[in-house]
């Protein structure tokens, strides 16, 4: 028997384990106002998939996903404060406070929802796929395609503070009444709202981990460990990048859907850099390499931070900026892989008892 | 549109160069000799603030000495920083980015913790605080001043590296660190005081910045993206980031005079995303450098 932590069945376990405990919380709890947090954290968990996916699997440090997460956010913004627009009052407030006395192009595609929800999760995904594109073309990489996402964050960021009168700028914008689909309503405050955040997380989930094991993400994964080799065995490797970096862009933009449906509320704060990195800060203590640890990851830390980090949010975010050091510095794979260690340190355990193993047991591809 | 104003805009487009400039210095020496992403530089300059903040206001020393011991204080903070964590890091560029950026937090929130979330301010002489004028051009003496110690930091720095027995070694181990090591260099002490020098530089621009704009934990965070985008489209190289800066500054000004500041910035940001598109190594770089 070798290392559990390899073990396909044992992940997939692990995953349903993980899951059902998610699944009985609405059961147990009745505060509304709590499911929704924990129903946020999900939207964190997702993000947190989306960076383990592109940076775990595919070796792209995106310090920008607020780019693709900020982007589905303002779709879905828009979209609400289109719905709560009449045929007596066509125009949003926003519009109206900043002497525009018309609804601009920008917001033609979001007065209907099913085409603003297909721009919101669109336009993020059609972004990172033409931003990729050019990037992985020009063999921009590793830290450089870090900075580059920062300085597109940046200039999204500043634009969006700057288009006042599109935007609501500083204020952002915030939709006075909740989602509609049809006829149904989507109470925020509800075990509704977080079943939807809990089953974009399963199905986000399920299908990323399909495509870590797929032959797709065997050569993401080749191409994150050297790309140079990948290259010259003949794969495009640009093309390999972009496709994965747009999926996590995709996920990213799902997530910001769903955190203005909880939230009703968008601002560009949801495109800071702080914001953005601390994305990248949840997968790198979860561990990178593992999905479902990147996601602990976000749950752990954003958990931590309104619990504790309310009274004291100097001290908690000194403190984690130190242990974020300690992880760098001495577990680059983060805590997921004190669980592989540990694993594997139990099946080298029972090896030596039994002894009897086969030599040469075939090796596991990593998770 | 007259002549007047113009001329206006390429001057107030020289001193947002210098300030871009002075910003990307400590960095450019850092990752161009040692390949570290440093995203504390940013926490650096507001240490280099706060440093000058806490002389002047605790000790009484005058705001002019303030600048050079910005520099040596925060050069010992960038010391023990690389001595403590940077050094273990020199193979794993991604990871400097990261753990620096987990410093960068340690330092502003442990500043936050001290001196608290209001802003400070940096008391400067009379007659920096006034302004003058050429024809029709009004200019603060300060931005004056910002322009004069860049450019005899840029001066300093150029002596230290291409006149110094110092600067030969910094340069051999950018350029073969195994080689240069084999000639007897210590590469390790070069990282260590190159890292301290840039650091040093940080603090300076700190002290600087700390008169333009108020002195707040947050204040180094709007620098890192600008300086780190000056290094990367200067193809981490210092007539680069000089050259870069220069070109970014005046087209700041140029493009604000046109439409207004932050779109100016949006514009810049594209036109760095595109440039690289078609220059991926920058302006000035070595043929078989890491990037």
Redesign the interface.
């Given at each position: 028997m070798g290392n559990l932590y390899y073990n396909k069945t044992a992940q997939w376990i692990a995953y349903a384990a993980f899951f059902a405990a998610l699944a009985i919380i609405p059961m147990r709890i009745d505060d509304d106002f709590l499911l929704n947090q924990l129903a946020t954290y999900g939207v964190y968990g997702l993000l947190a998939l989306s960076i383990s996916l592109c940076w775990g699997f595919g070796g792209i440090?995106n310090l920008g996903q607020g780019i693709a997460f900020g982007l589905g956010a303002y779709g879905m913004a828009m979209t609400m404060q289109m719905q709560s627009q009449t045929v007596e009052n066509p125009i949003p407030p926003i519009m109206l406070n900043n002497g525009l006395d018309y609804l601009p192009y920008l917001w033609w595609p979001f007065q209907n929802t099913a085409s603003g929800l297909i721009f919101a999760l669109g336009i993020p995904t059609l972004f990172c796929a033409v931003?990729g594109r050019?990037?992985f073309?020009?063999?921009?990489s590793?830290?450089?395609f870090?900075?580059?996402t920062?300085?597109?964050l940046?200039?999204f960021y500043?634009?969006i503070?700057?288009q006042q009168a599109y935007t609501g700028g500083v204020n952002g914008i915030t939709p006075p009444s909740p989602l509609r689909l049809g006829s149904f309503e989507i109470d925020p405050y509800s075990s509704v709202g977080y079943w939807v955040v809990f089953f974009a997380l399963l199905i986000a989930t399920v299908v990323a981990k399909l495509i870590t094991q797929s032959s797709f993400g065997l050569v993401t994964q080749a191409i994150r460990d050297d790309a140079e080799r990948v290259r010259f065995l003949g794969y495009s490797v640009s093309g390999y990048e972009t496709v994965i970096y747009s999926i996590s862009g995709f996920i990213a933009a799902i997530a910001g859907c769903l955190w203005v449906m909880l939230v009703q509320y968008v601002s560009p704060a949801q495109l800071d850099?702080?914001f953005s990195?601390s994305m990248?800060?949840w997968a790198?203590i979860g561990g990178r390499m593992s999905l479902i640890g990147s996601i602990i990851g976000a749950f752990v830390i954003q958990g931590g931070q309104s619990y504790l980090g309310d009274a004291f949010l100097?001290?908690w975010?000194?403190f984690?900026?130190?242990f974020?050091?300690l992880v760098?510095?001495f577990l680059?794979n983060g805590l997921a892989s004190l669980v592989e260690a540990g694993l594997g340190l139990i099946a080298t355990k029972s090896k030596t008892a039994t002894s009897h193993e086969p030599n040469g047991a075939k090796p596991f591809p990593a998770e | 549109m007259e002549f007047g104003s113009v001329l206006n805009a390429l001057i107030l487009g020289l001193s947002i160069a210098s300030i871009w400039l002075i910003a990307a210095l400590g960095l450019t020496i850092i990752y161009g000799a040692a390949g570290v992403i440093n995203m504390a530089h940013g926490a650096l300059i507001m240490l280099g603030a706060y440093s000058a903040y806490m002389l002047q206001h605790y000790v009484g020393v005058p705001y002019l000495l303030c600048i050079p011991a910005s520099f040596v204080i925060v050069a010992v903070v960038g010391l023990i920083l690389e001595r403590g964590l940077i050094q273990y890091l020199y193979n794993r560029p991604l990871d400097t980015l990261l753990a620096t950026y987990g410093v960068a937090l340690v330092l502003v929130q442990g500043v936050r913790l001290i001196f608290g979330s209001d802003p400070k301010y940096l008391a400067v002489p009379e007659i920096f605080s006034s302004s003058f004028m050429i024809g029709s051009v009004s200019i603060s003496t300060f931005r004056v001043i910002v322009l004069a110690v860049t450019a005899l930091l840029v001066f300093g720095i150029w002596v230290l590296f291409y006149k110094t027995r110092f600067g030969v070694q910094v340069r051999a181990v950018m350029q073969n660190k195994e080689m240069a090591a084999s000639f007897g260099i210590n590469a390790s002490r070069v990282y260590m005081l190159t890292f301290a020098l840039g650091a040093g530089l940080a603090g300076v621009a700190g002290s600087l910045f700390g008169v333009l704009n108020i002195v707040l934990p947050t204040m180094g965070d709007s620098y890192v993206v600008q300086a780190f985008l000056m290094v990367v489209v200067g193809g981490g190289s210092l007539a680069g980031t000089i050259i870069a800066s220069f070109a970014s500054g005046e087209l700041q000004s140029m493009f604000a005079f046109f439409t207004n500041d932050t779109f100016a910035r949006f514009l810049i940001f594209v036109l760095i995303v595109v440039f690289l598109r078609f220059k991926p190594q920058g302006l000035f770089a070595k043929a078989g450098v890491r990037r």
């Open positions: 440090l931003f050019i990037m073309k020009a063999r921009v590793g830290a450089f870090a900075i580059m920062l300085a597109m940046s200039a500043t634009i503070l700057d850099v702080g990195i990248v800060i790198a100097s001290t975010l000194l984690l900026g130190g974020f050091i760098v510095r680059p | -």
